[in-house]
């Protein structure tokens, strides 16, 4: 099958790539060692924030479930907010003005929802303030 790409010059040409991986529709994926993909390095940072999510709970679905995994979460070690940070899903964070707050969402790499015990915002990350 003609597979197409983009020369430099923004032109489609189109070639055949012999012995080229291709899926036919009926084909499966198995996703199965994903996990084996994770390098040390990465296993580390996940551990340095501290997170209502953990081995053997599910992701809450409601605003509620989420401010009630945040009440029974333990202040110890948790970061204060930087707004040059990246946060995941489940990063417990202290805002100075909205105290102890759970990120429940990441909307973009530069958005995130934040869960606090009153309110709910929408905060920005990995965002390198002007100098």
Do not use: C
């Not at 080229?20 to 551990?47: R, S, Y």
């Not at 009630?68 to 003005?97: C, F, K, N, T, W």
Request: aromatic share 6%; hydrophobic share 35%; charged share 35%.
């Amino acid at each position: 099958m003609p597979k197409k790409s983009i020369d430099e010059d923004g032109l489609i040409e189109e070639f055949d790539d012999e012995g080229g991986l291709e899926f036919d529709q009926g084909d499966e994926l198995d996703f199965a060692g994903e996990d084996d993909l994770l390098t040390e390095d990465m296993e580390e940072e996940e551990d340095l924030a501290p997170s209502v999510l953990y081995k053997g709970i599910s992701r809450p679905k409601t605003d509620e479930d989420w401010r009630q995994l945040l009440m029974e979460a333990s202040q110890d070690g948790v970061p204060a907010y930087q707004i040059s940070e990246g946060y995941r899903e489940g990063d417990l964070i202290v805002h100075p003005e909205f105290a102890l707050g759970v990120v429940i969402k990441i909307i973009s790499p530069k958005k995130m929802e934040v869960i606090f015990e009153r309110s709910k915002k929408l905060m920005a990350q990995n965002v390198i303030p002007p100098k």
